[in-house]
């Protein structure tokens, strides 16, 4: 019974780890002034800047992601591991 339990908490680690994988994946970089439904700055610097912040927030935001799908993949095969074990006795 134990075995099973574990198997299980094994599969819902790695779905989530594959979800905050595929989150990570998804982010977008998006400047400051489509966000907030204004025209595009005409300044070449304003635009730099504008698209040099998206990415920066864009970065960090999938850093995160990618922060917390690390975490779930070494649980993942910590569980693993342990189920493999616990089916060994």
Do not use: C
């Not at 099973?4 to 780890?17: D, E, G, I």
């Not at 635009?47 to 864009?58: E, P, R, T, Y």
Request: aromatic content about 16%; glycine content about 6%; cysteine-free.
């Amino acid at each position: 019974m134990a075995t099973w339990l574990l198997a299980l908490a094994t599969a819902f680690a790695a779905f989530r780890s594959a979800w905050y994988w595929y989150k990570s994946s998804q982010i977008a970089a998006v400047p400051y002034w489509v966000e907030v439904g204004r025209e595009e700055p005409t300044d070449r610097l304003q635009f730099q800047i504008g698209w040099m912040n998206a990415l920066m927030k864009a970065s960090e935001e999938s850093a995160v992601l990618n922060r917390w799908g690390a975490i779930w993949t070494g649980g993942t095969i910590a569980m693993g591991a342990a189920t493999t074990v616990a089916n060994v006795w």
